[in-house]
């Protein structure tokens, strides 16, 4: 069984940073591609990050320059390095991981980010 437990979630101020991190627990961790998202208060879940499993990484126009997935495959973890936070990032943060070959998709349960002006 596949289970994803983000973690580093909490309240900073306005150009703080923080560091979230998805533990991954159960399959392969280099068959996953990896991904960040967030949802707001009253809005859609958007976005944020991606990594393939390769490493390539892209980012949502609202957070790049400012934000930095990775992946850790001997911790089996993915970080996202927040930097210059803003109010507008405050959301809760959930990661996911895709197999990429059998395109089953995973979630964690999310951790909240508030970031105060």
């Known amino acids: 069984q596949v289970q994803l437990v983000e973690s580093g979630g909490g309240l900073v101020q306005t150009g703080g940073s923080l560091r979230l991190s998805c533990a991954v627990s159960?399959?392969?961790?280099?068959?996953?591609?990896m991904g960040w998202h967030r949802q707001a208060p009253g809005k859609q879940r958007e976005p944020v990050a991606s990594?393939?499993?390769?490493?390539?990484?892209t980012y949502a126009d609202s957070v790049k320059g400012r934000f930095t997935i990775s992946r850790d495959s001997a911790k089996k973890t993915v970080y996202l390095d927040m930097n210059s936070l803003k109010p507008e990032d405050t959301a809760v943060y959930y990661c996911?991981?895709?197999?990429?070959?059998?395109?089953?998709?995973?979630w964690g349960q999310g951790t909240q980010v508030t970031v105060s002006s």
């Open positions: 996911d991981a895709t197999d990429i070959w059998t395109k089953d998709n995973y």
């Open positions: 159960g399959g392969i961790f280099s068959s996953y591609a």
């Open positions: 990594i393939t499993t390769n490493g390539g990484a």
